[in-house]
């Protein structure tokens, strides 16, 4: 294909849905149909820019070597410039593949989840859920039905700008753009977060979100500032392909821990991604953050967004790995690695005690967020980007029949009435399975892919890979950790699989929930295709029987992003066995301990957990300690602290203690100088003097020419005198 | 057309006082004329000075479009105007915010004329000092600037605008004493007040005044320049006059002082301390840099601690204007390196954008403060339905104050962190504080006005909250629109400004 | 010729009979004939001056015209006041005008 054009497409792809972003605020927003058809039509172009330059890459031969460039001069600085520009490399090009089908997906998803097509509300108003509409069917009924979504125009012009900035950060060729990209999706998450911002609870959530992401932000600006100042440049293949500045960066050292400068920037960078990822200990935003619409949930916190923050991280792989000499982790990958594993576990755990069904899913995703960071951190380059990718379609996969089933339960929730019952509770669903048969399939699919079912699912393969490569490099805390992740995350989703759509229906309105229309399930079934076919790309060559019958082409194609191509990891029997074991042995346990759950029972992990039920319950008390260790002090800091004391009481005190002290000078001038002497004597006494030889002297004025004529001439005559005799 | 190419600087400086005079004879009671003159005569010089950017040279060094007039020979002071890159943008900003800012005082009812005329002598006294050339002249519309504001707040200000004009009024004064004082020291010292001479025989110099050496001579009006600007910047811990006078000010009377008028104590740095002082600019960077992250810290934190929201917005000047200084410390540091001329760049074009952003916030908590009467966040709350095009404004211009990648701050923000991280990383690093807590303050005026329960009191019957009005739209369309330009291509003006300052230090 | 003093000695005298009679009548016509009396010996004065002085200028003939001009004016704006003074005080005794007296 022709080079220029596919540069000049590269160009392209992000600009339709900030157009439609544009389009939509500006002009279309009173207009349902023409918002959704303007937005869904840019993601329909992206898609097909996206797909013809994929395909494009995968047709080169030396990508890695030879990607797609494209930059031009953006910000003067000095004699030089600060360039952007826009590339595509293997691994651009395959992350570009799973987000464009993503987002193309819950594009076309969010059309049925916002009940386009039904009535308007009774009492809905922007800000707020919508409520049902009542309406009269052909026999005089009277029905309560879903009612489409006040914001519904808002709601496409803000995931258009999102789109754009994911768009952004995939294509772009510098550190820059992707942080720009980066921290527009920070702002969209944010709207979209608080997009029922009537609510406190959303409200709250997202400034949350934001907060919490933005101390991984100025890290990262930071190490961006760092970086750019060291090597002057903030382009990838200046930098990470660029044996000279690695070695360079590896060489200098900074006073901090005695790491080295690119050891020090990695980790800086990488803290932007601990809040964009949500990595422990900066997670507590990302279950919070399903108070937003659930196409937001599966688009910013599952697929996309927090993906960006693993693929950063991917991205400076070279950065970070750069004094890494192949065996002993360095102190930043250390972190990295321990980071990773720890929140990988760490997550899984809570997600086992939880009941909401997104909530479930989102702890799910830190987990596995946890799992590629992990990844990251003990060197394994390929088996993270494959995980990443994996994992990007069968959580959008989940969260969105996760929808599906709320939505479902919504409708059954309309028709009873009964409008305490949470439509999000598994606790409250149960039977879905023959309500909603398509949802439940593509679950099972989705669910599955996440626990790691053998040989079919992607998950599986890109999950091996990972304890592979642990263990083959003999990262054994690593390894054990992320093996007891697996099999807490086997456990809790099929968990969360048979309280929803196994067993009878527990409450009225899951006997009455209903199958969500085909724009929501048909990027269902797209991406389950994808949840068990991207497996395929990677399988390794050694795997016993099926290794070498397809060839292991994300192997090749992504490895080849890197200067020095990295080998994949000889076969060893016992991380395979293991992750046998546990997805398995999970699945099995979960099956087994819930298959019998029946409605009002207690779940049947509180009692053989005891108190640590309740502590996985309360998601370990974060959110409790950061309120009281972090939030009160700098609330405290700010309202009474700076505002009060230095400002008001401090700096304006002594502002006034001048003021005051200026006034009593005064006031002393004026009571003891101005009054008795200045004016007493100076001032009242002239005028006294001069009042009184007025009075005196006003007799001369006798009115008479005469008079003052015989005056003026006895001065003449004594002037005259005067000068005769003393001249 | 001849006459007033060849004295454009003139021509813009001086239209706003013939306009004053013009509506000085406009009857008081024909309010309508009055507001109409005013706004199209001070589109005037906004028209003219974009004819000056484009006959602007970049690459010329030195400065241009030069006028000099005999004005006080005996003292050797002469009328000297003449603009570089750094005053060429502080003037397009001035005279592109005093437009915006008289249309939004059309709803001003009391004392029509007087308020227009101030209006119009407060940018004639602004545009003096970003383009005089003589130390005396500089001075004299120093001064003048304060005049009209003073009498701005104290006229239309609200309730506590006594207080408010009075602090603003002495603490200025105060701080411009001494640079007087080290004015005339200099004019005495040289012979001359001409800046351009001045940057000539700087150096060489020598001699006595007074039996004091050059040296000390130098040193005194050193710290006499600093304080001055740095009670105008204003620099933690001479800052608490800014959230009472922002806040007691007219809505128009805070932005163009939060988006002009603070500029002028940088623009002094930028022109008077740093070119004129490098050897002890060098030495005190470091005590600069400190007061530059308090102030970036503490303003960001006293921000957060507000419940009155034009208060809120006053802060965050602070923690703003903050970056310009954290950008000009480094520079001082390492004068002439790559690094400086990138923090100086970031610093310039942070005056810029805070220009925009600042103005845009003021006008539009002015907005909302009109319809409700009241400006303390709890009374807020949930007002996004009421007023949706009112709060989409309202979260852009937040985030371009905030920040927000895409959008002007940023690019800013990012230049002064890259510079002064190479130069300064300690300081740096703790400013990062508050660029954090910068998010924090945004988010909390967004959610206490837009989000949340909705506050019922402004949903119906007299108190009904009614929509963002076209004339506003109006005001607040170019702000936007330069915001995302900025954010987007901030190369046509960074170009300028970064040739000026590597042409000037 | 005649010497010069003689000339200022007769406009000495003049200007004396002229002071006097300013000084003591009641009358305010002959308080202006007294006026009248002192301006015609500067008059003589100033042609004198000009003779002996310095007789190729013209400038002491050209102030006398001027006086006499001065002279003219005064005399008729005088009696007009006068006039007007006596018709509605019906008396021309200086003494009795003390309207602005304290």
């Known amino acids: ?727 | 057309m001849d006459f007033i190419s060849t004295h454009l600087l003139t021509t813009i400086l001086f239209f706003p006082v013939v306009a004053a005079l013009v509506i000085f004879f406009i009857p008081g009671d024909q309010v309508k004329t009055i507001r109409w003159t005013a706004l199209i005569a001070s589109l005037v010089p906004f028209g003219l000075s974009v004819w000056l950017w484009f006959s602007f040279d970049p690459n010329k060094p030195g400065f241009q479009f030069e006028e000099i007039y005999p004005w006080y020979e005996a003292i050797h002071s002469s009328f000297h105007l003449g603009v570089d890159g750094l005053s060429l943008t502080m003037v397009l900003l001035t005279t592109l915010l005093t437009p915006l800012a008289l249309l939004a005082s059309f709803n001003i009812k009391e004392k029509v004329k007087a308020f227009f005329m101030l209006f119009l002598f407060l940018e004639t006294g602004m545009l003096g000092v970003f383009m005089a050339l003589d130390l005396l002249i500089f001075f004299v519309f120093w001064e003048i600037g304060l005049v009209p504001m003073y009498f701005l707040i104290n006229q239309w200000g609200s309730s506590n605008r006594n207080y408010a004009s009075l602090k603003f009024m002495i603490y200025t004064m105060g701080g411009s004493l001494g640079l007087l004082l080290a004015i005339q020291m200099l004019g005495v010292l040289f012979q001359t007040y001409d800046l351009v001479t001045l940057y000539e025989r700087w150096t060489t110099l020598e001699g006595t005044l007074m039996g004091m050496p050059v040296g000390t001579v130098k040193a005194v009006s050193f710290w006499a320049f600093v304080v001055a600007f740095a009670i105008k910047v204003p620099v933690w811990p001479f800052h608490t006059w800014l959230p009472d006078a922002h806040t007691e000010a007219p809505t128009a009377g805070s932005m163009i002082l939060a988006g002009v008028l603070l500029k002028l104590g940088a623009y002094g740095f930028l022109r008077l301390v740093l070119p004129l002082y490098p050897a002890e600019s060098q030495y005190f960077a470091g005590w600069l840099a400190f007061l530059a992250v308090m102030a970036i810290i503490f303003g960001a934190l006293g921000s957060f601690g507000q419940t009155d929201f034009k208060r809120l917005v006053a802060y965050s000047s602070v923690n703003h204007m903050g970056f310009v200084l954290l950008g000009i410390a480094a520079a001082a540091k390492a004068s002439g390196t790559l690094d400086a001329t990138i923090a100086l760049n970031g610093a310039v074009l942070q005056m810029f954008n805070h220009g925009l952003s600042s103005a845009g916030m003021f006008f539009l908590v002015g907005v909302i403060y009109e319809r409700t009467h009241t400006r303390n966040l709890d009374e807020f709350g949930g007002l996004f339905p009421l007023v949706p095009v009112y709060g989409g404004i309202l979260i852009f211009t937040s985030m371009a104050s905030l920040g927000l990648p895409g959008l002007n701050g940023f690019v800013s923000e990012f230049l002064v962190v890259r510079g002064s991280w190479a130069i300064l990383p300690g300081f740096t690093a703790a400013a990062m504080i508050g660029l954090l807590m910068t998010g924090a303050y945004i988010l909390k005026g967004v959610r206490k006005v837009l989000h949340g329960p909705m506050n019922e009191r402004w949903a119906h019957g007299e108190h009904k909250l009614t929509e963002i009005n076209a004339r506003e739209i109006i005001v607040m369309a170019p702000l936007m629109v330069l915001m995302l330009v900025l954010g987007i291509w901030p190369a046509w003006l960074l170009d300028v400004i970064n040739k000026a300052m590597t042409l000037l230090f | ?102």
């Open chain 3, 1 to 102: 010729m005649v010497p010069l003093s003689w000339y200022l000695i007769l406009a000495a005298a003049l200007f004396s009979i002229g002071l006097f009679g300013v000084l003591s009548r009641k009358n305010a016509i002959a308080i202006l004939l007294g006026i009248e009396l002192m301006m015609n010996a500067v008059n003589i004065n100033l042609v004198a001056f000009w003779r002996y002085a310095n007789p190729t200028l013209m400038a002491g003939q050209v102030f006398t015209i001027i006086v006499f001009a001065v002279a003219a004016a005064e005399v008729a704006v005088g009696l007009a006041l006068v006039i007007s003074i006596y018709r509605r005080h019906n008396t021309v005794v200086a003494e009795d005008l003390n309207l602005m007296k304290w």
């Open chain 1, 1 to 727: 294909m022709n080079h220029e054009f596919v540069t000049t497409l590269i160009w392209l792809v992000p600009l339709p849905p900030l157009l439609a972003f544009f389009l939509i605020v500006l002009f279309t927003n009173r207009s349902k149909a023409l918002s959704h058809t303007i937005a869904v039509g840019a993601a329909l172009l992206s898609w097909l820019g996206s797909m013809i330059i994929f395909i494009a890459a995968v047709g080169e031969e030396y990508l890695g070597e030879h990607p797609f460039l494209s930059s031009i001069n953006w910000l003067p600085t000095g004699d030089t410039f600060l360039q952007i520009g826009v590339q595509i490399d293997p691994l651009s090009a395959a992350v570009l593949f799973f987000v464009a089908w993503t987002i193309l997906a819950i594009f076309v998803y969010s059309v049925g989840y916002h009940n386009f097509g039904q009535p308007k509300g009774d009492h809905d108003q922007p800000g707020l859920p919508p409520h049902g509409a009542t309406v009269t069917d052909a026999h005089g009924h009277k029905h309560t039905v879903l009612s489409v979504e006040p914001m519904y125009s808002r709601f496409f012009a803000f995931i258009g700008l999102f789109a754009f900035g994911m768009y952004t950060l995939v294509v772009s060729d510098n550190l820059l753009t992707l942080f720009v990209g980066w921290e527009i999706m920070g702002l969209c998450s944010y709207l979209l977060i608080g997009f029922w911002y009537g609510k406190p609870s959303a409200r709250n959530a997202a400034v949350k979100a934001f907060m919490t992401t933005r101390v991984g932000d100025v890290f990262m600006l930071l190490g961006l500032a760092f970086l750019y100042s060291a090597t002057g440049t903030l382009n990838y293949r200046e930098i990470f392909y660029n044996q000279v500045t690695l070695d360079a960066l590896a060489k200098a050292t900074t006073p901090f821990l005695g790491m080295s400068a690119a050891g020090l920037i990695g980790l800086l960078l990488f803290i932007g991604t601990v809040g964009k990822s949500a990595q422990w200990p900066l997670h507590a935003w990302l279950p919070d953050a399903m108070e937003g619409p659930t196409p937001v949930s599966a688009m910013i916190h599952a697929a996309t967004m927090v993906s960006a923050g693993v693929y950063m991280v991917i991205r400076i792989f070279p950065l970070f790995t750069a004094d890494w000499g192949g065996y002993e982790l360095t102190t930043t990958m250390a972190i990295i690695g321990f980071i990773g594993a720890f929140t990988a576990f760490f997550a899984a755990t809570i997600a086992v005690a939880q009941n909401d069904i997104k909530r479930v899913l989102a702890y799910s995703t830190i987990s596995q967020l946890g799992y590629m960071i992990a990844a990251l951190g003990i060197g394994a380059y390929v088996a993270a980007a494959f995980h990443l990718i994996t994992h990007a379609f069968f959580k959008a996969l989940l969260f969105l029949g996760s929808g599906s089933v709320i939505h479902g339960m919504e409708h059954g929730v309309m028709h009873t009435g009964n409008r305490k019952v949470d439509p999000q509770d598994m606790m409250n669903m149960g039977g879905l399975r023959k309500k909603m048969p398509i949802t439940f399939w593509t679950f099972l699919i989705g669910g599955f892919a996440l626990s790691g079912f053998p040989l079919v699912t992607a998950g599986f393969w890109s999950k091996d890979e990972i304890l592979a490569d642990a263990f083959v490099h003999s990262h054994w805390a690593i390894f054990i950790t992320l093996a007891l992740a697996a099999l807490m995350t086997a456990f809790y989703t099929m968990r969360q699989i048979t309280l929803t759509f196994f067993g009878a229906p527990r409450t009225e309105e899951a006997e009455h929930a209903h199958e969500t229309p085909w724009t929501m399930t048909l990027p269902l079934v797209v991406l389950s295709v994808f949840a068990v076919g991207y497996g395929w790309v990677g399988i390794p060559e050694h795997f016993p029987l099926i290794g070498g019958l397809i060839p292991n082409w994300f192997h090749e194609f992504v490895g080849g992003t890197l200067l020095k191509h990295p080998k994949p990891v000889d076969f060893n029997i016992v991380p395979l066995l293991t992750s046998l074991v546990v997805a398995l042995g999970g699945l099995g346990l979960g099956w087994l301990v819930y298959k019998d759950f029946k409605a009002g029972q207690p779940d049947p992990l509180e009692k053989p957990l005891g108190f640590m039920y309740q502590v996985l319950k309360n998601k370990y008390y974060f959110d409790e300690f950061y309120g009281h260790f972090i939030i009160k002090p700098v609330v405290w800091l700010s309202e009474v602290f700076t505002s009060k004391w230095i400002d008001k009481t401090a700096i304006d005190g002594i502002l006034h203690a001048f003021g005051f002290a200026t006034d009593g000078l005064g006031h002393t001038f004026r009571i003891y100088l101005d009054a008795p002497v200045i004016n007493g004597v100076i001032g009242d006494g002239s005028y006294r003097l001069t009042q009184w030889a007025g009075k005196q002297l006003r007799f001369i004025q006798t009115g008479r020419i005469q008079a003052y004529l015989a005056t003026a001439l006895a001065v003449a005559l004594v002037l005259a005198a005067a000068y005769f005799f003393l001249a």
